[in-house]
């Protein structure tokens, strides 16, 4: 039986992306857990064999957990390891899983779990043939994300925004399509119908909304080609939307963290550009050093909310993020998270906030109230492990 007051964890990941923050709830929960990390680069066959199963002899695992599907290869190697003992495979994505999951043989889904920050992924999982789908939203490490980290005076700001501009994400995965020049030539109106549409999918998008470019699409001939086609289409729609909400920012002569294509996309003047910042190292001194945290959303996630909305009130600061339908089974919006609804609102609400010094102290001290309260990742990890405890109850 899995003996899941105190279960035995395998971390696997071929990138080291949130298994810190994973390991850091494990140790303070007690669990005993040993990470399994390949590297990034490609592993001799026998090689990755080997691991693995001297791994599983001798830690001896309750399940195996990964993020985003890292560490499992797309052979289904790893696959064919975990059944001869029928081991749990729990992968949790913080990313599109759609983005993800058809590069991989889709087996083993008896016996795997899969978690998504996005609730609105749950059915459509569910319809890949994977019995066992839940939500699990994303969280903070609050030994990380706290008041009072250290800082640089130049990080002072009214208004600051730290995200990607997207710019190079979408040149890249454009050249990985390689589309012909019938579908290139659609993608900016295919990214600007996407971007406000409820659908998630840019597949099913293309063949409800658009069935005379469908045959173009699967003409790409390779999931690798097709995929690169919808993350391009995601991170262009991505582009348009947080360009529009950015430049609501820039009456008041924001601090934007991020790559050099801010610099394409906003006007010379009337901003400070800042290069991008460490995750772990500098944000949770960045956050406290504005008056406003401003936050506009990936469209990779349509209904979820993302990382900073945990992260900045954790550290004591104060965030104005755009209208998630999944915001409110998280936060209580205008009592503990101050949010705006479209681009177009961004100007007002950030002078509404501007002139409030009290309500946005008020509302800071609020987020991190429900943050410690419900959305740690020793809250997430416990949560993670009762829902293998009720899924895989014992050993195949």
């Not at 999982?125 to 969280?139: Q, T």
């Not at 550009?273 to 349509?302: D, V, W």
């Amino acid at each position: 039986m899995l003996a899941m007051a105190q279960p035995r964890v395998l971390l696997m990941t071929s990138l080291y992306f949130l298994m810190g923050e994973v390991q850091a709830a494990l140790t303070r929960l007690e669990v005993p857990h040993l990470l399994l990390d390949l590297g990034g680069k490609e592993m001799d066959r026998n090689a990755f064999i080997t691991r693995v199963r001297g791994a599983l002899a001798g830690f001896k695992p309750d399940f195996l957990l990964t993020v985003n599907h890292l560490g499992v290869d797309r052979e289904g190697v790893l696959l064919d390891i975990l059944a001869e003992s029928g081991l749990p495979l729990v992968s949790w994505f913080v990313d599109n899983p759609f983005l993800i999951l058809p590069l991989y043989p889709r087996r083993y889904q008896e016996r795997t779990l899969l978690l998504t920050w996005d609730a609105d992924n749950v059915g459509a999982l569910r319809d890949l043939g994977f019995p066992h789908v839940d939500w699990l939203p994303l969280g903070v490490d609050p030994e990380r994300f706290r008041p009072g980290a250290p800082g640089r005076e130049e990080w002072r700001a009214r208004v600051s925004f730290v995200g990607n501009s997207m710019t190079a994400k979408v040149a890249g995965r454009l050249a990985a399509a390689a589309p012909p020049p019938e579908l290139e030539n659609r993608l900016e109106e295919l990214a600007a119908a996407f971007g406000p549409s409820q659908e998630s999918s840019v597949a099913r998008f293309l063949n409800q909304n658009r069935p005379e470019l469908w045959p173009l699409f699967l003409g790409l001939g390779s999931p690798v080609r097709m995929l690169a086609f919808e993350t391009c289409v995601t991170w262009l729609s991505t582009l348009r939307y947080r360009l529009a909400c950015v430049q609501g920012l820039l009456p008041f002569g924001p601090l934007i963290a991020g790559d050099a294509g801010w610099r394409q996309l906003l006007p010379a003047e009337g901003w400070r550009a800042h290069h991008e910042l460490s995750y772990y190292e500098e944000l949770p001194g960045f956050y406290p050093r504005s008056e406003i945290n401003f936050n506009c959303t990936s469209l990779q996630m349509k209904g979820a909310v993302n990382q900073r909305v945990f992260d900045v009130p954790a550290a004591g600061a104060f965030l104005l993020t755009d209208q998630r339908r999944q915001m409110e089974e998280l936060f209580e919006p205008g009592v503990e998270v101050a949010v705006y609804a479209a681009p177009e609102d961004v100007p007002q609400a950030v002078q509404r906030w501007l002139d409030d010094p009290e309500g946005r102290d008020r509302l800071a001290q609020a987020g991190r109230k429900r943050v410690l309260a419900e959305h740690t990742y020793d809250h997430r990890l416990r949560a993670l492990m009762d829902r293998v405890d009720r899924t895989f109850g014992g050993r195949a």
